[in-house]
């Protein structure tokens, strides 16, 4: 069971996107993607979701291609957060959240317990009732967030979330409650991939960090390794301060 | 006010401006008459006419209309994520009304086809313009580019329009200007018929509610979902085009009643396309009735076409919409 791109490339009118990629999202792992901006990394996203074809190589969900699979199929299986999701029509967040519910069928009364646990999990219980279009950012992306958890909430083995940069518009705490939610996700069998960009919040959570630069992977695996000062000062053009701190972890400081 | 208040004000409504609609108009009915009609007695054989001939199919008539052209408008709504996308406004409506004014005008009107044809042409009109501003919102992605090709397409369509109408002979003319302006003026019991096609497709629309849902969030949410975004939307398009070509063929362009009314229904009962659909027709349907009697008593004998009242009524609600939602359309 896994979520594999194997030599994969990606062109868009005649410029190269991505440049042989090639991941393993296995059940059980949280995968995070680093890089700068424009590095490739939502085009990933979208290579890995299906929503765009690779140009060169594939993508396979358990071993199957996405056109060998119906999307109806594929949504009871793959959850996906996309970068910014615009909406003008006052929804409220709960009916928000039961959107998650489509791909299943059934009505809402039946999947209310999921969406109050899930309300809970995120700090939404408040919000509920309220219109969507009023929310604050950071209100909306948690919002956005139940929805794709509620999806594959009762069939988390073997599923796999693709979130691109969950946390970006979440407050300290709320990046945090997310990060350690992910981490239960995992824990229940699924593989998380996200997109990030705080580089610790990343490396603690993160089993697996790919460093992603110009369409190509400057490297992939635990997180100390990958981050190596050279690596970094060649991704970001910066030059990262390494502070250990006193429960052995690492920090990864920027000044200048 | 909760929601089932709602539901039955409105299905009360509705019922009330049916039987109110039967009464008004410049040849008065009295209530005992109304009351013998009612029951199935015979009256003055005038009486009869009038009601049963005249005022019955065109209160129908404008009940279906209303109810389609609502239901149509809540849909194109969802379907473009857009509050302010309207059948009539972004040109649907005009191109039906170009390809019907084409009909008439060629004289094809008076072939075997007949009236089919003209519903027919005015359905191919309308179902070319919504995919030309489809392809055209397409390419570029952005709402307000996707508004300006409707206003462009809907001045190039009324432009057509006048065209046939200048070309036209003087009777011609006449149900030419018809088109532009919509009215009920011809409703009869064939009208009604044909129009039967319209509960039809708003039927079927009612069927994709969840997936317009889905749809408001995003092609890409919306896939995501597992919902085949181009095939909904060839189906929301046909259903447009069936009603809105229908309507166009019946009664003429009929502005505004798509927009607003959808707006009005999520105010006060929400988003859910489920709830939104039946409630945009039901409210649809008692706007328009209510529009087209006003429309036959406030100048009575003569009468004013119900497109001009809605449009009078509908652009400055518009308006305000605009200025409502300023900053949130990146108009």
Redesign the interface.
Known sequence: MTLRAEHCGLSYAGKAILRDVSLELKPGEILAVVGPNGAGKSSLVGLLAGTSQPTLGSVTLDNQLYTDLSLAARATQLAVLPQHTSLDFPFTVDEIVEMGRIPHGGNARMHAPMRTEIAELLGLEALRERVYTTLSGGEKQRTQLARVLCQLWDGMPGSYFLFDEPTAALDIAHQLAFMSLARQLVEKGAGVLMVMHDINLAARYADRLLLLKDGEVMGMGAPAEVLTNERVKAAFGVTPEVVQLADGSRQWLFVE | MRRPVVWILLMAAVVVSAIVAMFLGSATISLAQGWSLLNGESTAPLVDTIVLQIRLPRVLLALIVGAGTAATGAAIQ?MF???LADPALIGVSSGAALFAAGYMVLNLHNSAWGFLGLAGSAFTGGCITTLLVLKVGQRSGTISSMLLAGIAINAIALAGVGLFSYLSSDLQLRSVAFWALGSFNGADWGSVQVALVIPLAVLLLYQDS??L??V???D??A??????VPKLRTRIVLYTAVITGASVALVGIIAFIGLVVPHLI??TL???HHTVIPGSALLGALLLLMADTLGRVIIAPAELPVGILTALLGGPFFIYLVVQQKG??GI
């Open positions: 969802g994520r857009n509050p969840q997936k849902n889905a408001t969030l995003g890409l949410e896939t995501h979902l597992g919902i085949n999520r105010l929400g988003s859910n949130r359309l």
